[in-house]
């Protein structure tokens, strides 16, 4: 599957954005997909997951409350909504979509976009 992410740019402390990522081919309900994000100078990190159908997502600690995931297999696209976003989100935010239960790790991941860069700033 490839996937294709979109939606990044510069937006001010507390405000929102979007993310999509659309992906190729018609097995997209049968892979989880998920979220990562890499700043400048730090490893990749988990954001999000949502499991094949939608039924269950799963956050990073420091964007419970903020960050929403969702999916449309209809559209074979999965989001990212990212709300009272703070400086400290600023990263390149990839989508990877995973045939396995696990989601945590980039590992277990089987098929990545390219990323989208997100920056807060003022």
């Known amino acids: 599957v490839q996937l294709q992410a979109s939606g990044g740019g510069l937006v001010q402390p507390g405000g929102s954005l ?72 600023t990263a390149v935010y990839y989508c990877a979509a995973r045939r396995g239960l696990g989601y945590y790790n980039a590992y277990d991941y089987d098929y990545w976009g390219q990323g989208t860069l997100v920056t807060v700033s003022s």
């Open 18 to 89: 979007r993310l999509s990522c659309a992906a190729s081919g018609r097995t997209f309900s049968t892979y989880g997909m998920g979220w990562f994000r890499q700043a400048p100078g730090k490893e990749r990190e988990f954001v999000a997951s949502i499991s094949r159908y939608g039924g269950d997502t799963y956050y990073a600690d420091s964007v419970q409350g903020r960050f929403t995931i969702s999916r449309d297999n209809a559209k074979n696209t999965v989001y990212l909504q990212m709300n009272s976003l703070k400086p400290e989100d």
